[in-house]
């Protein structure tokens, strides 16, 4: 059975930094495309990064350019979400998903395997 659960969530200062992960099982994470989504309060889901498959071509939403980074462990199955330069901005539910393809996507059409979330809190 194909699962995602995230991690690495909780609380942190603005400007702080946070590393998000997403365990993968059922699957080879390596051969499909992951994608990292959140959800604000009062906001719809979006795009945040995703990761190909086979090469690995990272790809970041405007907000994410410069302050996260995404990278995949294919050893342990996990990809990751290192987030620095936190701002409050960013507190949301944060959700990895993963496609049926290896192609990256920024929408969120076409993900049809999400994990459960995981909350990331910005504040002083």
């Known amino acids: 059975q194909l699962q995602l659960v995230e991690s690495g969530g909780g609380l942190v200062q603005p400007g702080g930094s946070m590393r998000l992960s997403c365990s993968a099982s059922?699957?080879?994470?390596?051969?499909?495309?992951i994608g990292w989504f959140r959800r604000a309060p009062g906001k719809a889901r979006e795009a945040v990064s995703c990761i190909s498959g086979r090469g690995g071509v990272a790809y970041y939403a405007d907000s994410a350019k410069g302050r996260f980074t995404i990278s995949r462990d294919n050893a342990n199955n996990t990809v990751y979400l290192q987030m620095t330069n936190l701002k409050p901005e960013d507190t949301a539910v944060y959700y990895c998903?993963?496609?049926?393809?290896?192609?990256?996507?920024?929408?969120?059409?076409?993900?049809?395997?999400w994990g459960q979330g995981t909350q990331a809190t910005v504040s002083s």
């Open positions: 059922g699957f080879n994470l390596g051969l499909r495309a």
């Open positions: 998903a993963t496609r049926s393809d290896y192609v990256c996507s920024l929408s969120t059409s076409g993900y049809n395997y």
